[in-house]
């Protein structure tokens, strides 16, 4: 199974952060798995953003919830991250992984991440 990253690195304060996670070797849409997102900002350490199920059920780190959006698109077999109203302290970088539980820090297998920085 790999995943990997991809969207701007460079992001506008008040702008929406727009990133993807391709999947190869396994279906996003079987097993018993939860797709998510986590960051890391510089200097600090890994934060979970929120996770969507192979179901396709999302759950969100509740911090983070009114303004972050997890969906998928099956027929690419991949899944994506919004994040609106952006600020500079949304500086990180930013992985995506499968583990089999929904959120924390530990996972099964993860992307190489992208970093994204947020300025003018």
């Known amino acids: 199974v790999q995943l990997q990253e991809s969207g701007p690195g460079l992001v506008k304060p008040s702008q929406t952060l727009s990133l993807t996670c391709t999947v190869s070797?396994?279906?996003?849409?079987?097993?018993?798995?939860?797709w998510r997102w986590l960051r890391q900002p510089p200097g600090k350490g890994l934060e979970w953003i929120g996770s969507?199920?192979?179901?396709?059920?999302?759950v969100y780190k509740p911090s983070l919830k009114s303004r972050t959006n997890i969906f998928r698109d099956t027929a690419n077999n991949r899944f994506a991250l919004q994040m609106s109203s952006a600020t500079p302290e949304d500086t990180a970088i930013y992985f995506c992984?499968?583990?089999?539980?929904?959120?924390?820090?530990?996972?099964?297998?993860r992307g190489q991440g992208t970093l994204v920085t947020v300025s003018s």
């Open positions: 070797g396994t279906s996003i849409t079987t097993g018993q798995y939860f």
């Open positions: 969507i199920a192979s179901s396709g059920i999302t």
């Open positions: 992984a499968r583990d089999v539980v929904p959120g924390g820090l530990d996972f099964e297998v």
